[in-house]
């Protein structure tokens, strides 16, 4: 089964229990799905899980990015939504890497790239990105390798 029929068959699951929120964040993820697959011209064969992972991943970004503007606005109500709404995106997505396989691969990374401070971080991210994709998001390498950069 593949992760979009797991999503699919989790959405008729949750009709029938009739948990809205629910309803709607999967109705929006599988639109998601829907229109990468059209933006790929994958209509016919669909997405691999990989990509479909990949949207869930921007899924997941867009509403902790909404979180964190509702909470500098003072909206704590709409921030717990997007906060319930990631955590209801979350089990589909794989689990991400541990902190010391990822200070591992970094340091790999600044070794093999020749970074001596924070003005080589741009050839690191080049060097450990492909590794780190789908692995940890982008958001927590930056800000374990600024910490390694800056010593």
């Given amino acids: 089964m593949t992760l979009k029929q797991k999503l699919e068959e989790d959405l008729k699951k949750t009709l029938k229990a009739g948990e809205s929120l629910k309803i709607s964040v999967l109705r929006l993820a599988l639109a998601a799905i ?84 924070i003005a080589d971080f741009g050839k690191v991210m080049k060097v450990v990105m492909p590794i780190l994709r789908g692995k940890a998001s982008g958001d927590r390498v930056s800000g374990v390798l600024k910490k390694l950069l800056l010593g």
Avoid: W
């Fill in 34 to 117: 829907h229109n990468r697959e059209i933006q790929l011209l994958k209509k016919s064969e669909g997405l691999s899980d990989e990509e479909t992972c990949e949207v869930l991943r921007q899924e997941v970004k867009r509403r902790k990015d909404a979180a964190l503007e509702f909470e500098k606005g003072g909206r704590e109500e709409l921030a717990s939504k997007e906060k319930e709404e990631i955590s209801i995106l979350y089990p589909y997505l794989p689990q991400e890497i541990s902190q010391e396989d990822l200070e591992r691969i970094l340091h790999e990374g600044i070794r093999e790239a020749g970074a001596e401070g």
